[in-house]
T-cell receptor, first 109, second 116 residues
């Protein structure tokens, strides 16, 4: 079992739908990160969470430390949201990241 | 500052050849990380530096792999005697940490290596 597990692996949605991607982890962490990767490889950091909830535009990330679970929500999805979304954990601030396998999101117009 | 810069963007090499990749982090960042990503998978950790000191190295990093950050600025990742299994995207990231304050990771666009 991987230290960081994401679901689903693939997700197809219609424009405007509410999207949820889930992440579970098995060891204690200092922070959980949500990242976005577009074709070509570049990775952009979306959120860094150690507790509670964060919101940025149409994106919301939540974490439940007791259940070792995090979710990334996208409201009013748009085709430009199509990308791979990756969950990653760090055991201490600034230490290496352990990544999930990613969720390929496709939003159709 | 132009962010984290990786060169080259693409590299095709013949099996058995040596290759070297370069990463230029954000200038004030004191930590620098290397990851490897194969198709359809999440990135895997290779190694990371704080300034010029290599703090951690993955067991994935065989004797054929070496990384340096000689002056605490740019870093190089060298793969000797490349094998087809080395074909992957090699990602660099950097961060700043000081006095317990951490400001997140910034990633480069990666170097895609194809070994033929």
């Amino acid at each position: 079992k991987n230290e960081v597990e994401q679901s689903p692996q693939n997700l197809t949605a219609q424009e405007g739908e509410f999207i949820t991607i889930n992440c579970s982890y098995s060891v204690g962490i200092s922070a959980l990160h949500w990242l976005q990767q577009h074709p070509g490889g570049g990775i952009v950091s979306l959120f860094m969470l150690s507790s509670g909830k964060k919101k940025h535009g149409r994106l919301i990330a939540t974490i439940n430390i007791q259940e070792k679970h995090s979710s990334l929500h996208i409201t009013a999805s748009h085709p430009r949201d199509s990308a791979v979304y990756i969950c990653a954990t760090s055991k201490t601030s600034g230490s290496r990241l352990t990544f999930g396998e990613g969720t390929q999101l496709t939003v159709n117009p | 500052d132009t962010g984290v810069s990786q060169n080259p963007r693409h590299k095709i090499t013949k099996r058995g050849q040596n290759v070297t990749f370069r990463c230029d982090p954000i200038s004030e960042h004191n930590r620098l990380y290397w990851y490897r990503q194969t198709l359809g998978q999440g990135p895997e950790f290779l190694t990371y530096f704080q300034n010029e000191a290599q703090l951690e190295k993955s067991r994935l990093l065989s004797d054929r792999f070496s990384a340096e950050r000689p002056k605490g600025s740019f870093s190089t990742l060298e793969i000797q005697r490349t094998e087809q299994g080395d074909s992957a995207m090699y990602l660099c990231a950097s961060s700043f940490i000081m006095g317990g304050r951490f400001y997140g990771y910034t990633f480069g666009s990666g170097t895609r290596l194809t070994v033929v």
